[in-house]
């Protein structure tokens, strides 16, 4: 293990459980995640009466009115440095958003949760070729273990 995973393994150790609770970034991931479901069931349901154009204009646009008032107040203008990276955010955003609502559109959504899981590759991709972050042996079994178990259920599923 390098230096680098080393320090990066014990800043997450510290920062995922303080005094034997869960920290405040834990209980902050697992509301993000349970808002994701809410989001994709809202897009399974939605994507059944309007199509997937309409459905991201309406989720963006709310997403703006509900996060407005937050910025006026305690947002701050922006380094203009990191526009390029906001402008990401936002593209990537809708272009997921509508990949994800036409998907759910054309498919059952429990075929479609398996697929999901492929996020931990392209987040470990993206962690490696931009900061050269490698998981630790951990992990990477922890990953095996959650895709392996969804393409059994997948496979399931389809016979």
């Known amino acids: 293990m390098t230096h680098k995973q080393t320090h990066t393994m014990d800043r997450v150790e510290k920062s995922a459980c303080i ?3 869960m920290s405040q970034s834990i209980l902050l991931i697992l509301v993000a995640t349970l ?3 809410l ?3 809202c897009a399974k349901v939605g994507s059944v009466a309007h199509g997937p154009i309409e459905m991201v204009f309406y989720f963006l646009l709310i997403g703006v009115l ?3 008032p937050y910025t006026i ?3 701050k203008i922006p380094d203009m ?3 390029p990276w906001m402008i990401g955010i936002g593209v990537f955003a809708a ?7 036409t998907a759910y559109q054309l498919s059952e959504a429990s075929l479609l949760a398996p697929y999901t899981y492929t996020a931990i590759v392209w987040a470990t991709l993206t962690g490696w ?3 050269q972050d490698l998981p630790t042996v951990p992990v990477v079994i922890g990953t095996a273990v959650v895709i392996g178990c969804n393409l059994y259920i997948l496979l399931k599923e389809r016979c």
């Open 19 to 21: 005094g034997g609770e």
């Open 39 to 41: 989001m994709n069931t």
């Open 35 to 37: 808002g994701i479901v």
């Open 81 to 83: 440095r990191l526009l």
């Open 129 to 131: 070729i931009l900061w």
């Open 95 to 101: 272009v997921q958003q509508l990949a994800k609502t």
């Open 66 to 68: 509900v996060s407005g």
């Open 73 to 75: 107040w305690v947002g």
